[in-house]
Nanobody
């Protein structure tokens, strides 16, 4: 079973940047599509970005396009989310997740994701 641990969250002013990392416990991760989700208080958890197992294909929700970049380093078993031009509405707990389907296309729906991290808080002040 893959264990995922997020880091890099924190408090930042609007317009600032953060880079989230998600470390996977095994090399198996390198064969799985991955995603970043977020959940704001009182709201449903939503997909922010997704990436194919080899990093060749990415997806972004409209609200973060042009500001966030998802990437992965399979040699280091790490998934990243670079977040620039942050807005107060980006405030949420951010989760990384993995779809355990071997070398599948990226997924944009939560039920496809099998492994989840514990989350990291991102707070953007105005």
């Amino acid at each position: 079973q893959v264990q995922l641990v997020e880091s890099g969250g924190g408090l930042v002013q609007a317009g600032g940047s953060l880079r989230l990392s998600c470390a996977a416990s095994t090399r198996t991760y390198s064969n799985y599509p991955m995603g970043w989700f977020r959940q704001a208080p009182g709201k449903e958890r939503e997909l922010v970005a997704a990436i194919s197992w080899d990093g060749g294909t990415t997806f972004y929700v409209d609200s973060v396009k042009g500001r966030f970049t998802i990437s992965r380093d399979n040699a280091k078993n790490v998934l990243y989310l670079q977040m620039n031009s942050l807005k107060p509405e980006d405030t949420a707990v951010y989760y990384c997740a993995a779809d355990r389907t071997y070398r599948a296309d990226l997924k944009t729906s939560q039920p496809f994701y099998d492994y989840w991290g514990q989350g990291t808080q991102v707070t953007v002040s105005s």
